[in-house]
Structures are given as C-alpha cells and as structure tokens.
C-alpha cells in the first residue's frame, strides 16, 4: 500500500510514486493570490493531495514548456489526473474536473533530458472551462474552500484514530513498508493533512483516488478512506494466510518425504512390501493376462503413472484402484462348456414343466455352438406374465452349459453411468454394473440376465436403454466401451437373456436386437404338475419339514390355484402353498396334533374364504351382459360389458375407467347397430326416445384397447333386441364401422383365461386361426372355436332367438318431427 520513503525520482506514469511528507507546511493560497486562468498539468497514474510533496518527471512537450514557464514565475500550477493513462497526449474529455493548487519547489534537468520537477498541494479546486490547449492548457478555476470542522469533536477524535490504527495495522502486514512509516506517521497531528497523506499512499485505483479527492466534508473524506483501508487490510490478511499456508504445505511435503524414506528403509529390514513394490507385483500379475496388445500398452502406462505419484496423495487410491480392476477382470478366461445335450435337455426338462419352446432354442443353441465353436452368444429376451419362470430358466441354462450365473436386476435403473461407468476422472467414479458383474463372475462367457429390461427408465443423467444397444448387438459388443475402463472388452462370448413382462415399454431399437421368446401362463393341469414336482418339496425343505411329515394333495393344489390364486404365473400358488406348510410346520414345532394329509376341506380353513370363485361366467338371463376376453401385464382376464337402457331422450354414458380406444370401439359400435337397426328388428325410435348407459365392471382398474369392439356390439344389440346370449361364450376381436372382425392379440392368455372361468366357446376372427394353431393342443381341450369374419357372423353364434324372462317393455311416442310441405 504505501511507498518506500525517503524520496526517490521516478517516471510520471509509474505506479510506485514515492512520497515527501511536510507537515508543517499547510495549504496557504487564497483566491486573491491565484492568477484568473490557472496553466494545468496533467499527470498519469496518481492523484495529488493537499500538503503532499511528490516528484514527477515531465517528459511531453506541453508539460515541459509549462513547467519552465511557471518556475521562472510564481510556480504555481493546477494539477489535474488523467483518466486514461495510456494516452500519450491527452484530451480535455481526458482529464477530470476536480484537481489540486500545486507549488513548484524543485526543478530538476537530469542527464537524459527528462525534467522532474518536486511540487506540493495546496488546495483543491474545480475547473469551469478550460481557456487554452496551446502551448499548453489552462483554464478558468474555482479553489474550493475547506468546511469549518471542530477537530476536537468525539467524531474527529475517533476518525483520526481509526485511521492511524488500520495503517498502523497495514504497516504490520505489508513487510515491504519501511519503518520510518510508522515515525511519519506518528508526527502527524494535522487531521486533514493525516487524511490527505494516508489517501496519497492508499493501493487503491485513481478513480478512487479521485473519489476522496472530490468528496467536500473532511469528515465524509476520512471515512470513504476508511473503507478504502479496510478493504485494503482484509487483502493482506488473505494474502498473508495464503503465503502461510502454502509455506506450511512445503514444509509438511518435506517433512512427509523424510518420513517415507525412514519408513521405507524400515519396512525393508522388516521385509513388508513398500509401494514400490506393489506396483512390481502388479506387473508381475499382468504378465499371466491374456489381454490384446493395445490393451496391455494402457496399463502399463497406467501402472507408470501410478509408479511416479506420491503414495500419501489423494491420486493414488484412485489409480491403484482402476489397475487393480484392470487385472480383476477375466480378459481371455473362459469356462469349459458341457456339449452333452441329452444331459442339457434332462436338466431343463427337471428344473422346468412345459416351456417347450424356449427349451427346444436353448438345445440348438447348444447344438450350433458344438459345432461352430466360435459362435457369438445370441441375445434372448423371455418375454411373459410374471411367476413363469423367466428368471429361473436363465439359472437352468447356466446349469446346463456349465457356465457361471449373473443376474442384473434393471429395474428403476435411470442412470446411464450404471451400464457404461462414469469417466474415472469423477470423484467417486465406478465401472458399470456390466463390467463389475463379469469382474465377479471371473469369466468372460457366463449366462447374464438382464431382469426386467422393460422397466429401464430414462431422465436428465441419461438413456439406459441406449446405453444397452451396445451391449446387445453382437455386431459390437466385441469392443464394448466402459467409461471407467477406457479400453474395449469383448462381450461377444457372453450369453445374454433378457426378461420383460411387456414389449411396449421397450426401446424399438433394443427390441431389434434381441430374439423374443414369448413364455405364456400355465393351464390348470401344468400348475398342478409344477405344483407337485418343484413346489411343495421346495417349500418342505424351506420350512424344515419332510415329506413324509405331511402331503397335500392334487385336490388340494387345484383348490389353492381355482379359489385363492388366478393367475399366468405360479408365485401366488407358490405363497399360498408356503401358508399350508407353515401350518404344519407350526403344528410341528408346537407337538400339537394334525392331519398329514392337506385335503380341499383342510385348504379352506387354513386359508380362509375363497378369493376368487371357480367360475366366474355369470349367466345369460340379463339382457345386454356379455363375457369379453382381455390381456394384461399378468396374464389373461375375462371382462364383462353390460348395457342398459332408460326412458330419455338418446343420450349415451360409458363408464368403468375406458381409455379412448375403448371408447371409440363402443362408438363405432353403436353406429354399425344404427345402420342395421332395421335388419336387427330394431325401431329406430327407441335411439331417440332411450338413454344407453355402457359400463365394464372393475371401474376402479383401468382398461384400454380395441379387443372388446364385437363384444360392446353383441351386448348392444342383446340390449335393443331383449334376446338373450349364448351360455358359457367369450368373445375378443375389433370392430370397423363397415361391421369387419380384425383380429387382436394375447390369444394364448385369453383362452387360459377363459378356461379358468368355465368357459366352453369363444369367438374369435377368422385371422387369428394363425394363433390358434400355435397353441399346443392340450391347452384347447374343452373348448370350441367360432371363426368370423364380420359383426353378423358374430350375432348369429352369440345371439339367440329366445328373450330374456323377464323382456323390457318399449314405450314408443311418434316422432316429434313434423313433416314439411312445399306451397
């Protein structure tokens, strides 16, 4: 902040100004002593103050013929500051308003040929226009007088001493400032000239410099200086804690490097292994891995890195452990597989009932890859309702080709960083959870299954699913790019399966790359096998039971899966089962006495009321009811739309939570029955006349798709024609406003589902005939198939001459419209 005393000359557009106190001389002009116009001296980079005695070197021409001029005469001058002090000559714009009634006391011509010249401040004034730019500028001035100001007052008092304390402090800080500072400072009793000196020496701009210059009152003055010291004071102490803190950091590092060396010299007597020799026993490792050369050239580089980082620093952790990771992976390491296929298909067909289809593609997977032994692993996606085993049968498959098993859950993943890892320059950066699964399973062709690949999310941290593309093409997947890992991994060895309960959530592109292998729900018949074969004995030795302790019966088991557990799946009947043999189980433990045998009678007093009845087809005496067939997310459902009409004035309601494609099916099929209300039987002014109300039970689920369009029309016109329907029929297909059938989808689990309702005929299009003979003919026994084409094929299955018992009753008015006759 402040300068080197004593005087030393310097140029005028220096920075480091040195400064000449005089307190015993004080500003002493008057207006009258002052000539008209005043010749002004402009001077860069600092401001002049009352009382202050400073050198400046005068190098322009204007300024040098005004300088001689002044000290041949009575060496006063106005000196103003310059508000851009890298202009060469300055303009009047130039200069600011306000300056300082200067005397000239010292003129100096040194070897060089500049002139420097040692003035002091008197007072401060302000120009009112200048006069003259040649040879030099002058102008018309006003000398600004000094308000009378008590210095005794408690304000002044505390001013003054407030200043000399923040410079007294600053001295302290700044060891660069002499201490004969503190002397000068000392022999200053003059309030205006202490202010007017400590604002000369202030490390501040000229703009500020200027500010205290211009302010008026002497005490506004000091306190602007005040806060300017402050400010200056708060700078230092920073400065000064930065330079200790760093001073101590090279201490510490020097101290820390003593002790390494001690310690290293120790462990060496003692035999333990020093960092150095740690990163010698990675390199050791790397030397058995069969990794490809541009791989093998990253890491040691990586490992030369981490060999010149200091072990105590916070770097090395983190490089230590992306080598370590490195070298945990199972570049090249791969199992044996087992090519005896007879065996492979005696191990899918004991851990699973049914799934032909997805066995018989698992075989020729075997099969190929027996033959071909560098085939790429194919990604398949089981895709089904849950509890069908989807997750279970990738664990028979590793079993069966002998590989490891890993099993990674994408349920809720969001994050893109979980498949391909974060850049290891991140703080607390990881690899993804492909890479990290292959580190734990130590080889590079196990069974991976992708869990719930449909409910994969995506927000603001990224697409998962994209993520996924590489991982599942096996195009690429050779050379698939771990952020963390920075070099390719070959996953092309690998044998994905993924598991989704719906196609639709699934990003088009992932689905393309991946064989879907649809698994549909069991019959009743399979869930008693599966029941009695994998089951119960699972739930025996989960429960600490043996077989022979109890035994539940095939009546039993059909009972649980009728009235407690409708379902595709079996993860219900597998709880419900767990709820019988903990009853034994609770009987055991407690040496009460119970029946071994679990029977249909035994099954509802432990589980209470039925949930569900064993058929759920309600009969054909109402009007306007009829059974649909509908697919969910868990299998099949049968759905019942009911129609019904009230005296009114044509109005339609559809209710039970529809999404607008069922709504628009119910539409299209009000319209077709207006079109053939005459063919029906039907007068046209009960439409009129006649409130409709549509509503499918379950209003609290909500329910959606085109699968309901003949059902809605049959329902329609059992509701206008009071006929009633055919007994024990479902129905499933679209409607067109032309009255066509086109076909929909999920047949497997609607007719499951219409079998677990006692259902003994469905009508479907003629298209889906396609599905039907896919079906396995055991799931169609019981049943018999209507195939149409239009809604008039429909009505003569589903509608019956007969009338309900008790019809409803048309109270039929003429038309209000009144015919119109031409004049």
């Known amino acids: 902040m402040y300068k080197a005393l004593p005087i030393q000359l310097v140029q005028e557009d220096s920075d480091d100004l040195i400064q000449m ?169 003059s309030m205006s000239f202490l202010i007017h000196f400590l604002s000369s020496n202030l490390n501040v701009d000229v703009n500020d410099k200027q500010k205290i210059l211009e302010t008026q009152n002497l005490i506004d003055r000091g306190t602007l200086l005040l806060q300017f010291m402050l400010r200056d004071i708060q700078m230092l102490e920073i400065k000064h804690e930065i330079q200790k803190k760093v001073h101590t950091d090279i201490d510490q590092q020097q101290r820390d490097y003593f002790l390494r060396q001690q310690i ?62 490195m070298l945990d992976l199972p570049w090249g390491e791969h199992t044996v597989d087992d090519f005896d296929l007879k065996k492979a298909k005696k191990i899918l067909d004991h851990d699973h009932f049914g799934l032909e289809k997805v066995k018989t593609r698992i075989l020729e997977y075997l099969a ?56 290891k320059t991140y703080v607390g950066a990881m690899p993804g959870k492909i890479l990290q699964n292959i580190k734990k399973s130590q080889s590079s062709n196990p069974v991976f299954i992708l869990d719930e690949i449909d409910k994969v999310k995506s927000d603001f941290r990224g697409d998962p699913s994209s993520a996924l593309l590489e991982v599942l093409d096996p195009e690429q997947n050779n050379t698939f790019g771990d952020n963390y890992l920075e070099v390719d991994y070959d996953l092309s060895k690998v044998l994905f399966i993924a598991t989704a309960n719906s196609l639709d959530t699934i990003h088009p592109a992932l689905r393309d790359r991946m064989e879907i292998i649809e698994i549909t729900g069991y019959t009743q018949e399979e869930k008693i096998e599966i029941a009695m074969k994998h089951l119960i004995p699972k739930q025996l030795k989960e429960h ?147 409130d409709l109300h549509i509503h499918v039970p379950a209003g609290a689920v909500p329910k959606d798709g085109p699968s309901a369009g003949i059902t809605m029309f049959t329902s329609l016109a059992s509701i206008f024609t009071q006929r009633k329907v055919k007994s024990k029929l479902a129905m499933t297909g679209e409607i067109t406003l032309r009255g066509k059938v086109l076909p929909v989808g999920g047949i497997k689990e609607k007719i499951l589902a219409a079998k677990r309702s006692g259902i003994k005929e469905i009508v479907l299009s003629s298209k889906n005939r396609r599905d039907i003979e896919e079906i396995e003919k055991h799931y169609l026994k019981g049943l018999t198939f209507y195939y149409v084409d239009t809604v008039d094929d429909v009505l003569k299955v589903a509608l019956l001459k007969e009338k309900v018992k008790q019809p409803m009753t048309f109270s039929l008015t003429e038309s209000r419209l009144q015919p119109q006759y031409n004049n």
């Open 21 to 189: 106190i005089n307190p015993e001389q004080e500003s002493d002009l008057k207006p009258e002593d002052l000539p008209e116009e005043l010749s002004i001296l402009p001077i860069k980079n600092t401001v002049l103050f009352p009382g202050v005695v400073i050198p400046i070197t005068v190098g322009r021409q204007k300024s040098i013929k005004l300088v001689k001029k002044a000290y041949q005469g009575n060496r006063i001058i106005g000196v103003v500051a310059q508000k851009n002090s890298q202009a060469e000559e300055p303009i009047v714009d130039d200069l600011y308003r306000t300056g300082t009634v200067a005397r000239i006391i010292k003129m100096l011509v040194l070897p060089d040929g500049n002139t420097t010249i040692i003035i002091q401040g008197k007072n401060r004034f302000s120009i009112r226009e200048f006069v003259q730019e040649d040879p030099f500028l002058s102008a018309k001035i006003n000398l600004l007088t000094e308000p009378t100001l008590n210095v005794n007052s408690r304000e002044a008092k505390a001013l003054v001493q407030s200043l000399k304390d923040s410079a007294l402090k600053i001295l302290k800080l700044n060891p660069e400032i002499p201490q004969e500072a503190q002397v000068a400072l000392d022999n200053i009793s």
């Open 368 to 423: 190929v890859l027996k033959l071909k032994k560098d085939m790429k692993g194919p990604i398949l996606c089981l895709y089904g309702p849950p509890g069908v085993g989807k997750t279970s049968l990738g664990r028979s498959i590793a079993k069966a080709l002998q590989r490891k098993y890993i099993r990674m859950s994408l349920g809720g993943v969001h994050d893109e960083a979980e498949i391909r890892g974060h850049r």
């Open 544 to 690: 600490g039971l043996k077989s022979s302790q109890v035994k539940i019966t095939r009546q039993a088991v059909a009972k649980v899966i009728n009235s407690y557990t409708r379902e595709s799946g079996v993860r219900n009947l597998e709880r419900k089962l767990g709820t019988l043999v903990r009853h034994v189980a609770k009987a055991v433990a407690m040496e009460e006495e119970f029946d071994k045998t679990i029977t249909e009678e035994s099954v509802r007093k432990i589980l209470g009321i039925e949930i569900h009845d064993e058929e759920l087809y309600q009969d054909n005496e109402i009007a306007g009811v009829v059974t649909g067939l509908a697919w969910t997310q868990v299998g099949g459902e049968i759905l019942f739309v009911e129609s019904s009409l009230s005296k009114g004035k044509g109005s339609l309601t559809i209710s039970g939570q529809l999404g607008d494609v069922m709504k628009e099916s119910a539409m299209a099929a009000l319209s077709y029955l207006k079109f053939n209300a005459e063919a029906l039987g039907i007068d046209h002014r009960i439409f009129q006349q006649y």
């Open 264 to 325: 290293k010299v120790l462990q060496d007597e003692l035999g333990y292994d020093g960092p150095d020799k740690e990163v010698e026993k990675l390199r050791k490792r790397a030397e058995g891995k069969k990794w490809p050369k541009t791989v093998a050239e990253h890491f040691n580089k990586e490992l030369d890195k981490l060999f010149r980082i200091n072990p105590m620093a916070a770097e090395y952790p983190v490089a230590m452990n992306y080598v370590e990771f």
